[in-house]
């Protein structure tokens, strides 16, 4: 015997839990099914973003912007560029117009799945394959690690980068960018990091020499969240011990030979365990042809890297606008799932250039020299540029 939903939505990442609250709005009530135990089984990462042109109209969308609002970090919006010797060579204040305000993705999260009606998340449902249902067209079936099978006439895939949904798709899957993060955090850092507090400033702050950068934030709990980031190979991961403390923090350093000591701190000082992450993309301008009963939205349609911060708000902006195409055809879910996917694919391939160019440019061997100048050039404007780049989700 199977369980049969409406609609399933695999994934309950900031995508898949806003698609859920768009369609409650409207009416129409989508399972969430997420691998996680429970919604505090892991940190969630650290601060967004979010842009006044695509993840804040999915809040709007979302009926969340009251409460949005308080999450709010005041200051975040400020941006600093360094060099290695921790010079300042930009720095922009925050102008307090919320064109691009910063939140922290675990507090943004709990709003989502607070606004959902209680049973809408199922956790603890980690996927095991997906099918197509013979005799059945457009109904799929889910097969989860723990036996349990169940069947939906409409399937969205928001299961990120390496997602299950995808190959009933295309055969494309991520590959290697070619950099590698390591990612720490420093406690009460006033306090306790006074020297990488000052370097780190008020909200965001880049620094680069060559190919090699360390981009990171100050969080509304007082603490640093750091990612280093090199071009190294793919296997470059794998021969460092990360489990052993000593040696990984000494693998990092290594690679920060001669930069100022204030930014070596941020890893030399981590309060928590060094984090390795390859970062990964999916090929600028993914498309499909028309599979019925099946679409994709967020990482798992179009996985790129953080380097434009596009990650989560076009995640949230492809759930809202698929939910509302949904809303819009009643009965229709093909015609639903027509008009989304001919938007999704040139709004993501825009996003995902974005991101390719901002990679090759921050990690360019005279970086931060190009960094520099582009920011140099919005200086003045009323609003960020959209393809501003930013630090996202750098989870692989």
Request: proline share 6%; net charge negative.
């Amino acid at each position: 015997m199977t369980t049969h939903f409406p609609i399933v939505i695999l994934g309950g990442g900031l995508g898949g839990l806003t698609a859920a609250r768009v369609l409650h709005l409207g009416g129409i009530e989508a399972a969430v099914f997420d691998l996680e135990p429970d919604r505090h089984a892991r940190v969630q990462g650290g601060m967004l973003d979010i842009h006044i042109y695509n993840g804040q109209l999915a809040i709007r969308a979302a009926g969340l912007w009251e409460p949005f609002t308080g999450l709010i970090h005041p200051g975040g919006e400020s941006m600093r560029i360094l060099d290695h010797t921790a010079t300042v060579l930009v720095e922009q204040e925050d102008d307090g117009e919320l064109n691009r305000p910063e939140v922290e993705r675990g507090q943004l999260r709990d709003l989502l799945i607070d606004s959902l009606p209680e049973g809408t998340i199922r956790w603890g449902r980690k996927a095991r394959s997906v099918r197509e249902v013979p005799g059945h067209p457009g109904r799929h079936a889910i097969e989860f690690t723990d036996g349990e099978i169940i069947t939906t006439d409409l399937l969205i895939g928001a299961d990120g980068a390496w997602s299950k949904v995808r190959p009933l798709l295309t055969d494309l899957t991520p590959s290697y960018t070619g950099i590698s993060f390591i990612e720490a955090d420093l406690h009460d850092a006033d306090a306790r990091h006074p020297h990488e507090a000052a370097a780190m400033g008020a909200g965001m702050m880049m620094s680069f020499r060559g190919n090699t950068g360390i981009l990171g934030h100050r969080e509304t709990d007082g603490s640093l969240h750091t990612y280093v980031g090199f071009q190294v190979p793919e296997s470059w991961i794998d021969t460092v011990d990360w489990n052993d403390a000593a040696a990984a923090t000494a693998a990092v350093l290594d690679r920060l030979e001669g930069w100022d000591e204030s930014l070596r701190g941020l890893i030399a000082h981590a309060d928590t365990a060094l984090t390795p992450r390859r970062i990964n993309a999916l090929p600028v301008g993914i498309s499909w042809a028309r599979v019925p009963g099946v679409t994709l939205l967020g990482d798992a349609a179009h996985v790129m890297s953080p380097f434009a911060g596009e990650g989560a708000n076009i995640a949230m902006y492809d759930a809202s606008e698929l939910a509302q195409a949904i809303i819009d055809h009643p009965g229709d879910t093909e015609a639903a799932l027509t008009a989304y996917e001919q938007a999704l694919f040139p709004r993501a391939a825009e996003a995902a250039g974005d991101s390719a160019e901002s990679l090759e440019m921050m990690f360019s061997a005279d970086s931060p020299r190009p960094l520099v100048e582009m920011f140099t050039r919005f200086a003045g404007e009323d609003e960020p540029g959209e393809d501003e780049p930013g630090v996202g989700e750098a989870r692989a």
